[in-house]
């Protein structure tokens, strides 16, 4: 029998159309059909009259974690026109960084909870997400959409009582991944629900280029910021989190889980790291008036966004406006693997396993 | 209830009116409960729920009935018409005529029948036909899985409900609720829960097992009333609203009334048959035909509570891990648990 | 462990997670909730927030640069120069004001609220206010003019910039087409260029200013 589980569904995270051939309750096959919500951002990007009007537009790509976004877009343009920025830039913006991993692995975790039933710790982990966000705005003026990593530096230096509100908020949070745990990391319920379900085994995962918390879950010791560092990362001390198996194989959706919630913890050694060093200086590097990269000056740079490899291709023609901006969405590439590891589960473990992978929709169909 | 037929000379008045007082109670009750369960949840989830009607949002469950009241009655082109139309008063039927048999209190029951608890089970599985409609007659897919788990999950979930039943017999001695309540009257130490009116020695033997007892008809209990951790058949995560889906205005009212009432039933189940039904926990202090009617309430509003508290912390099982969970786990332990009860019970 | 000890562990383990979960959520029950009781109660919008446009119309000078920094194009601009006798007045950063600005309106419902036009504003006269409430139920009332130029003062000044261009390109036409007067000239045409041999043309009458 074929269902559609519709471009509107409870939990889909977003417009997705996910085509299943069932037998009985045994999915036998699953054809994700995507571009509901694709709004022409990389054609929009040649339009621009100069480089950093994109910044708005590729916030707009992966809306749970634009920082990231804006970060990828403005070393991409950095590295091409080989600009310099000052050594308090690159921490604020590692600060920045880490408090949007945070902020959109709370979503995943606590959507993640609704997919399997249990509707309270997705309030839980949006009240603190609304503790970020306030710093955030207490930051740039704007909530979710931020316009704040420019090329070059920053858009606005930190506000006076900064530091002691981003101290607060570590203070508060630590404890609450703990109460998250309990509350349904650990519970045999969700462990039963997630456990064996949806393994990605590590070859597979490495053919079909996943990256993120979902290459890591399968075991893949595998992180950007390590690997192929960029900016201060390589200066402090964290570790990638690796899915080991505890609870069934490694690979399954518990795996990618925990290690999404030990990767907040390590976000939150990142920030008080990143705080204790922060030099003083100007957030503003000297660039030119008008972004004019040389003609045929292609350059590729890839992150760690919160969803895996974020990648941006651009290709300039001498003028001030880019000539061709590719953008290589992780969810994209991570969605890909769906079909393969949904095979054989109950259409249940269908959706949890969709919601493992973590995908917001504006980053697949851009 | 002798006295009300002095009143009235005509018989069917009688039973008209008697029949029709559990209605106006459900109507009550649902109105408290579906106002508790909105405050509840939202306070676990740390937010405040609706506050502008009414002080604190008191008027919210009307005006939520009156809006389901006033709303187009959709039918798809496609669906089943008649069974479409029926499923949902089945469904609530199979609920209701369980109210004939609940012991209110000493006075008050709609209908003394020697065979209570049994036909309480029987009249449950009216429910599964009036979902199974719904399911069918919806001509949607994932109605139709909605209905067709819910089917699976109920019948397996009546075998723990009906040996739990048979253990509390055992003890009792009458199927009659109203007997069974008697018998567990004069305070806390009465109540089958404990143990039942028994000599110490064999209510020390039999306290574990009917503790244990109490725990697993409380969860199949839960289970036949499709909530979290057991509600598959409206899984709003995977099936939109399950075998609901379709289903707007009056007949979707019908269905929420009858998932109210039928926790309502499960709970004053529970309570009747071990925590003593109408009777006072303080042995003869606030007891009576009156009092009876507020310990029978609170009990089961008590249970109603817990249901809800378990509702918003847990995360819901698989088809098969529920069928894992009914077969092997709750199953076993009862009859392990009957035959322990009744070798006590001879010795 | 045997698969009996298994199954044992499973369900004490499940019943102690439950427990667990349970704990946290009563505990949750009795904790004030998180709710800020919006309209009757407003959270503090901080300092640098970025809501609603304004535009302070009396420095603007028309300088096109937030229109052309907007990503969205949702600022439309027209000016109009303004004519040597017409004294505009000085913007709050004390330059003259050299254009009119008969049209200015910005698509609130296209505006990205990015903040880009904010910056390249010489005299500051657009910013981004705190205010987040002016929902419309009209489209067409979210197009903001900010201009305060009647119709028929920017007519008026057209016109006047228009006769101004025209007189102006008469003058230049005139004085290309008559001799040069000043001494300076003459003489140095008179030393360097050899007298014409043609009769010249007669002398156009000086336009009056």
Redesign the interface.
Known sequence: MIINMGPQHPSTHGVLRLEIVVDGEIIVDCIPHIGYLHRCFEKHCEQMTNYQQVIPYADRMDYCSAMTNEWAFALAAERMLKIEVPERVEYIRVIMAELQRIASHLIAVGTYGIDSGAFTPFLYTFIDREKILDLFEMTCGARLLYNYIWIGGLSHDLPVNFIEQVMDFIRYFRPRIKMLNDLLTYNEIFVKRTANVGVLPKDVAIHYAVSGPQLRGSGVNWDLRRDDPYSIYHKLDWQPQIGKGEVGTVGDCWDRHIVRMREMEQSLNIIEQALAGLPEGNVKAAIPKRIRPEKDAEIYVRTEASRGELGYYIMSDGTASPFRVKARGPAFVNLSVLPEIARGGLIADLVLTAGSIDIVLGEVDR | MEFIQTLFANQLLVSILLSALPLVFIVLMVLVVLYTEMKVAAHIQDRVAYMRTGWHGVLQPIADMLKLLQKEDIIPTKADKVLFRVAPFVAFTGTYVAYAVLPFSSMYIGSNINLGAFFLVAAGSLVVIGILMAGWASNNKWSLFGGIRSAAQMISYEIPTALGVIIVVMITGSLNLQDVTKFQDGGIGNWIVFGGPLPWTQKLMLMPFTLVTFIIMFVSSIAEVNRTPFDLPEAESELVQGFNTEYSGMRFAMFYLSEYANLFTVSAVVVSLFLGGWSSPFASFMSGPIWGIFWFVAKAYLFMLIQIWLRWTLPRLRVDQLMFVSWKVLTPWLFVCLLAVGFILVI | MSALGTYFY??F??L???V???K???K????R???V?YPTVKMKI?????NRLFVNIDDCIGCDQCS??C?VDCITIETIKSTPDMDLGMTSKNTKKRLYVPRFDIDIAKC?????CV?PCPTECIV?TDVYEFAEFDRQNLIYSFSNMTVEESAAAKERLEKYNGELAAKKAAAAAAPKESPVASISTALVTPPPIKPEPPAAEPNKG
């Open positions: 499973n369900i383990h499940s102690y997670t439950v667990i979960g349970m946290i959520t009563i949750h029950l009795f904790t909730s998180a709710t009781q901080p300092e640098r927030a970025r052309i920094a990503p990205c609220y990015c903040g880009l910056w981004m």
